[in-house]
């Protein structure tokens, strides 16, 4: 695919990248699980290898999610928005998909004026993240 022909909206900028906004969506139970961006190279990755790739705008580099905890996205469908910005990835997860070892990174809900954890916790970052 080509992406220069296929009429994404890399509208999103971060510093010098041209990002679409890219929402992860589990396959099966349609739980929210990520949100992250996508520049071209990397939604051509993820296109390519069924395996999610994303923009870290701290990094400023391209990530395969899974990399370094092994929690990879295996890649079933990319949906495209009204507005061409934002793609929907659903995915399978192996793993959490937070980086704080949480199966979502929606794992705190606003009640009144607090955060409260509600989410499943199904690792340890520090024995995933910090392995010599």
Known sequence: MDLEESGLNFRHKVGNQELVIAVAQDYKTLEVLMVAFMNREALQ?????????????????????????????????????????AVLIKIT????????????????????NKLEIIGNKVFEPDEVYNKD
């Open 93 to 112: 997860q192996t793993g959490g998909a937070c980086h704080e070892g949480y199966e979502s990174c929606f794992f705190r809900e606003l009640k009144g």
């Open 45 to 85: 990755r993820t296109i390519d290898t069924r395996k999610a790739h994303y923009w870290s705008t701290s990094r400023q580099k391209i990530w395969l999610k899974g990399e370094s905890s092994g929690n990879f996205q295996e890649v079933k469908e990319i949906l495209v928005d009204c507005d061409e910005d």
